[in-house]
Nanobody, 121 residues
Framework: QVQLVESGGGLVQPGGSLRLSCAAS????????MAWYRQAPGKQRELVAS???????NYVDSVKGRFTILRDSTKNTVTLQMNSLEPEDTAVYYC???????????????WGQGTQVTVSA
């Protein structure tokens, strides 16, 4: 079994910062991609940022220059540093990983349980 456990959400004022963390544990052979998604009320889940094994990153346009995704492959963790937060960033944030449990297995996708981020005065 594989688990993704997020932490770090909460309430912050506009312009503030938060750091989200996600740790993957269980039967993990290799992780190819880790990412953060978010889903605001009444909206579809969207990719916020992703980081591949080689370190290449991808961000949705609305967070470029404000959010930074970092990965520690030795610990199977990924963090999302969020600065200059705006009310539009309010959402449930989900950790996502694509990984193999064994050398000969296929890649599977896993999700965390989600953590609430609320940006409000």
């Amino acid at each position: 079994q594989v688990q993704l456990v997020e932490s770090g959400g909460g309430l912050v004022q506009p312009g503030g910062s938060l750091r989200l963390s996600c740790a993957a544990s269980g039967n993990i052979f290799i992780i190819s991609l880790m990412a953060w998604y978010r889903q605001a009320p009444g909206k579809q889940r969207e990719l916020v940022a992703s980081i591949a094994t080689g370190g290449s990153t991808n961000y949705v346009d609305s967070v470029k220059g404000r959010f930074t995704i970092l990965r520690d492959s030795t610990k199977n963790t990924v963090t999302l540093q969020m600065n200059s937060l705006e009310p539009e960033d309010t959402a449930v944030y989900y950790c996502h990983a694509i990984l193999k449990s064994r050398r000969m297995s296929m890649y599977d996708a896993y999700w965390g349980q989600g953590t609430q981020v609320t940006v409000s005065a």
